[in-house]
Nanobody, 124 residues
Framework: QVQLVESGGGLVQAGGSLRLSCAAS????????MGWFRQAPGKEREFVAT????????DYADSVKGRFTISRDNAKNTVYLQMNSLKPEDTAVYYC?????????????????WGQGTQVTVSS
């Protein structure tokens, strides 16, 4: 049984930083790409960032490029999302997801498993 558990969300002022973590279990973590998505109230879930199985390839939504960094530690079965220069529009529930293949993907349907989400709130 695959489990993805996010942590690190919270309340932060605009311009601040947060680091999200997602611990995976139940599947060979290093065989799969990982992604972060977010969903704000009243909006659809949207892609944020993705990283390939080895960490050698990453991709970001235009809205977070230059501010967010995705990384992974395959020895710890964990993927991270470092979020800097946060803006109020980054407020959302952030979800970690495990892809069905090794390579990066921006579409939610590519992802087999999802975490429960962690709330990020950025105040102005």
């Amino acid at each position: 049984q695959v489990q993805l558990v996010e942590s690190g969300g919270g309340l932060v002022q605009a311009g601040g930083s947060l680091r999200l973590s997602c611990a995976a279990s139940g599947r060979t973590f290093s065989n799969y790409a990982m992604g972060w998505f977010r969903q704000a109230p009243g909006k659809e879930r949207e892609f944020v960032a993705t990283i390939s199985w080895s960490g050698g390839s990453t991709d970001y939504a235009d809205s977070v490029k230059g501010r967010f960094t995705i990384s992974r530690d395959n020895a710890k079965n964990t993927v991270y999302l470092q979020m800097n220069s946060l803006k109020p529009e980054d407020t959302a529930v952030y979800y970690c997801a495990m892809n069905s293949i090794k390579y990066t993907g921006t579409k939610p349907w590519r992802y087999d498993y999802w975490g429960q989400g962690t709330q990020v709130t950025v105040s102005s």
